[in-house]
């Protein structure tokens, strides 16, 4: 089997900043096999190199000659710095859902959802547009697409009315998290200021994440507390002004961004993770919380759906009563739920993805 030599465009990631995409792609790449021989070269934001160093201890990783993350200057480095660099790889990843229109070796394009075919509203006019001019051009010159879940292939493949043998999934591959003792989960607790029992709900406030939802099911919930970890998206404001409607004495606890080991610990030491929101394209935060030992309460939309399989319980009504009733099922479930989860999320290995991952280069290849 030869070796490939694959070029992998991250200059869009921007680490901390750009959601699931980050730890989805990080998590990939760092599971590629060696026995598959590929040679990637990740060229990326300098920041990503130091807070990746699981990628940068096996692959090469060249920064682009700019400082900030600044679209405009992202872009024409993409078309030029990026572009002469590129020209004798055997495939060219590009990893963010768009591809630049210069270059002429084979693509595999990375297409994470189309949430802006389902929610345009909740996109500003200029990104948008950008979108809906940029996807399906990338698409259509693309040789293969990779998406992180069947849902996202079939909307993919519905959406621009091409070939079903282009469009391949590669799963999230989630490591193994190892589990938080009793003493760095009441180290969690007190550094966000949680006591007692408590729901965790790990995402930034975006419109179509359901926070508020979740303030509606706690009214209906006694004795105990809601944990949001996540920065803070465009629907801020209204979870905000939520919180306060609802009066409910402290028991929403904003914890914001924290580190990866305190956001484990937190859902460690949660009753059950609730996950209500009206669109993914995976939902890696589903499969820590199975291998973490915690149930999970989620929407019915259709890739959530895919990722938790029988181990969850799902939620079909967009209602605080209908959440609070899962949320005592769930309590109710919790050996049974806690055992499905456990062998659900042996589907979403860090070995399944990066295999998959290797097997789109080698199909872009041919």
Partial sequence: MTELDVAVNLLWLAPGRVGGSEEYLTRQLAGLPAEARIAPRLFCQRALIASHPELSARHRMIPMPIGRDWRGGR????????????????????AGGTAPAVGDRPILLTVHDLQYRTFPEFFSHQRLAYLRTMVPRSVRRAHVIATPSWYVRGTVIDAFGIDGRRVVVVPHGVPTIDPPGDARIDAARRSVGVA????????????????????????????????????????????????????????VVRAGRVDEATRDALVAGAEALVFPSEY??????????????????????????????????????????????????????????????????????????????AAAYRQAAE
């Avoid at 030029?80 to 590009?94: N, P």
Wanted: proline share 4%; charged share 20%; aromatic share 4%.
């Fill in 75 to 94: 872009l024409l480095a993409e078309h030029t710095w990026l572009a002469a660099r590129t020209r004798g790889a055997d495939v060219i990843h590009h």
């Fill in 196 to 251: 007692g029992r408590y729901l965790v709900y790990p995402a930034i406030t975006h419109p179509h994440k359901g926070h508020h939802l979740l303030i509606d099911m706690l009214r209906r919930l006694d004795d105990i507390a809601l944990v949001f970890i996540g920065g803070e998206g465009a629907a801020e404001p209204a979870v905000r002004q939520a919180i306060a409607d609802a009066d409910l004495g402290g028991r």
């Fill in 280 to 357: 993914e394209g995976f939902g890696a935060p589903l499969v820590e919380a199975m291998d973490l030992g915690v149930p999970v309460v989620c929407s019915a939309a259709p890739a959530i759906r895919e990722v938790v399989a029988d181990a969850a319980v799902v939620v079909e009504e967009s209602s605080g009563v209908a959440w609070a009733a899962a949320v005592t099922a769930a309590l109710s479930r919790r050996e049974q739920l806690v055992a499905a989860g456990h062998t659900r999320r042996r589907v979403y290995t860090q070995e399944a993805s990066g295999a998959a991952l």
